[in-house]
Structure formats: C-alpha cells, structure tokens
C-alpha cells in the first residue's frame, strides 16, 4: 500500500525557520511534491523533488532523499501570509497526498 | 491565463438527493481530475481523465458516483444519491503532463454539506 506521515501541526513565530518532515511508504516512486492550502482555499503547488537533495525558490526549499523515503520542506523569514496547511503527496502513477500539516506563524 | 473554474462554490442537500457539479479546466490541459477532500484530510483522488477517457477510477464509489468529460473539455461529477459521509470539498484540479513533474493546478473546490 502507499502511506504518508506528516505532523498534524506545527507553530513558529514570524521571521522563524521551520522544517516540515515527510515520511512516506510507496510502489511506483517518481518524486515527491508539496502543494500549500490556505483556509478555505485551492492547494497550491509549491515544489517538486524528482531527484535526491535540495530544491530552492525563494523562501521556501525542499528536499528529498530517496534511500530513506523521506522529505522536507523548509520555510525561511516566516510571514503571517504563511499560516496554512501544507500537503506533502507522491507522484506514482497518480498523485497521493498526505494528511497535512498545519502552520500557524505567531507575531 | 484563467484558472480552473467549478461551480457551484456551495451546496447543501438533504440526503438521498442528487448533486451535480461543473469543472473547467485550464485551456489546453489533456488532464482533469476530481478530488474528494473531507475536513482535516488531504485531497483522495476520485477519478482522472485523460482526454476524455477515464485514467484511473479505483477510488471512485461508483455505485453512486459518476463523473464524464465530454468532448475533453468541461466535466461533471455527480452524486446520486448522496449520503452524510459524502459532506467535503470536490475539488477539481488540471494539468498538462507534458512530461515533467505532474503540477495540478486545483480550482476553488465545491463544498458540499448534506444533511
């Protein structure tokens, strides 16, 4: 089967780095990728790791190392704008998307 | 360049009844998808087209679900009839799979209640 561990929530204050961590178990493995939704909002993509280490734009990077099935996204100079809920999903044949995270950023 | 629009944004029906809702993806996208998103979970993938023929439809209940893609463009997914644990967003999402990273493009969702 195909399963995703993530955080349920995670806070930090403005101006703050944060790690989210993503464990998954998957057949048909091509990358992982990580989609941002804010409160009653569309997902949005953020980024896509196809390949192991660090992918940066902007602010936020992620990473991914294959032999360990694992993922982060890491969040730099943490805005207000940043609170909302962050998806990490394997790209197999189809996307999967894992329970979430939910940042909250504190002044 | 417009993004992918569904409609409509809201429903509440009572259950049993039937739902129908509308999805227009970005132009020139091959692929659509529908999502089921209860609160507090990531989006379960319900169907995928490709075109218009079915991709993948594992996850779709169809002894009361069914969606269609005419003419590869707009589709519809429908309810019928609907029961309490049907409450979520719908949401519908496009991309272009060129060969790359599969990136979906998700519109605003439907947030259906039923009661």
């Known amino acids: 089967g195909q399963s995703l561990e993530q955080p349920s929530e995670v806070t930090a204050v403005e101006g703050a780095i944060v790690q989210i961590n993503c464990t998954y178990q998957t057949s048909g493995f091509y990358g992982l990728s990580w989609y941002q939704q804010h409160d009653g909002g569309a997902p949005t993509f953020l980024s896509y790791n196809g390949l192991d280490g660090l992918e940066e734009t902007g602010r936020f990077s992620s990473f991914l190392s294959r032999s360990d099935s694992y993922g982060y996204l890491l969040l730099q100079e943490l805005q207000m704008k940043d609170s909302a809920s962050y998806f990490c999903a394997v790209q197999g044949g189809k996307l999967i998307f894992g329970q979430g995270t939910e940042l909250s950023v504190k002044p | 360049e417009a993004g992918v629009a569904q409609s409509p944004r809201y429903k509440i029906i009572e259950k049993r009844q039937s739902v129908a809702f509308w999805c227009n993806p970005i132009s020139g996208h091959a692929t659509l998808y529908w999502y089921q998103q209860i609160l507090g979970q990531g989006p379960k993938l319900l169907i995928q087209?490709?075109?218009?023929?079915?991709?993948?439809d594992s996850q779709l209940p169809k002894d009361r679900f069914s969606a269609e893609r005419l003419k590869g463009v707009d589709s519809t997914l429908k309810i019928q009839p609907a029961k309490l644990e049907d409450s979520a967003v719908y949401l519908c999402a496009s991309s272009s799979r060129t060969g790359g990273p599969d990136t979906q493009y998700f519109g605003p969702g439907t947030r259906l209640t039923v009661l």
């Open positions: 087209f490709q075109n218009n023929g079915v991709v993948d």
